[in-house]
């Protein structure tokens, strides 16, 4: 366990379902992040949140919809999805500041769209 | 347009020393990272430079060029669990956004 705690691991969904994601860090860091990771691609920033503010919307579809209720937990709504969407979502956490501490990752959702 | 280069795949054997490069175009700078990522698992954090020169963690050591927009990680005595995709990231200096841009990352295979 990394202290950046994802579910569910693996999410296999129909285009017209609507599924959530969750993370979850108690670290005390105030910045959360949501990540898309595809194959042979780099680590795509979707969202960021700082002290449960939205500071980041990187162009992302707005079939993917973003909550942060408090500074420990972040959601990813997910409705009406398409292939194309099928990766690996990695939620990260951070201090304000990354400075030398860096971000810390969850194992992520490998999530599929049939 | 913001990119970070690195080589796609590199295969070295147990004991040996390798180097990753990373290269950098991006709209701001606060630093150079690295992260460790074993297949299926989380990105881990390895490193960090803020400044010119070189940073040592153990077996892993980590350098920077901000004049030429380059970094490398080295890992020396190399082991079977090394075998990773490692990354590098760059700090943005978007606003007042705390985000990192990723690199397409490097498929370390260590042979033995």
Redesign the interface.
């Known amino acids: 366990e ?1 202290g ?1 705690t994802q579910t569910p691991r693996h999410l296999v969904m129909g285009m017209t379902n609507k599924k959530s994601l969750k993370c979850e860090q108690h670290l005390g860091h105030n ?1 959360m ?1 949501w ?1 898309k990771q595809s194959a ?4 795509e ?1 979707m969202f ?1 949140y ?1 002290f449960k503010e939205q ?2 919307n990187n162009s992302v579809p707005s079939r993917f919809s973003p909550e942060c209720p408090n500074s420990s937990h972040l959601f990813l709504h997910l409705h009406t999805l398409q292939p194309e969407d099928s990766a690996l979502y ?1 939620c ?1 956490s ?1 201090q ?13 959702t490998r999530l599929t769209v049939v | 347009g913001q990119s ?1 280069e690195q080589p796609s795949e590199v295969t070295a054997v147990e004991g040996a020393i390798v180097q990753i490069n990373c290269t950098y175009q991006t709209s701001g700078f ?2 150079l ?1 690295w ?1 460790q990522q074993h297949d ?6 390895l490193s ?1 430079n ?1 400044l010119d020169g070189l940073e040592e963690t153990g077996r892993f050591s980590s350098f920077l060029s901000r004049s030429d927009s380059y970094g490398y990680l080295l890992l020396q005595e190399l082991q079977m669990k090394d075998s990773a995709s490692y ?1 590098c990231a760059v ?1 943005d200096r ?1 606003g ?10 490097t498929l370390l295979a260590v042979q033995p």
């Open positions: 990394t950046v910045a992040y990540y042979k691609k780099p680590l920033l960021v700082n500071t980041e990695l990260a951070s304000e500041r990354v400075g030398p501490y860096g971000y810390t990752f969850g194992s992520g | 970070l606060y630093g990272s992260y299926g698992g989380a990105p881990t954090f960090y803020a990354f700090r978007g007042a956004t705390n985000k990192l841009i990723f690199g397409t990352g």
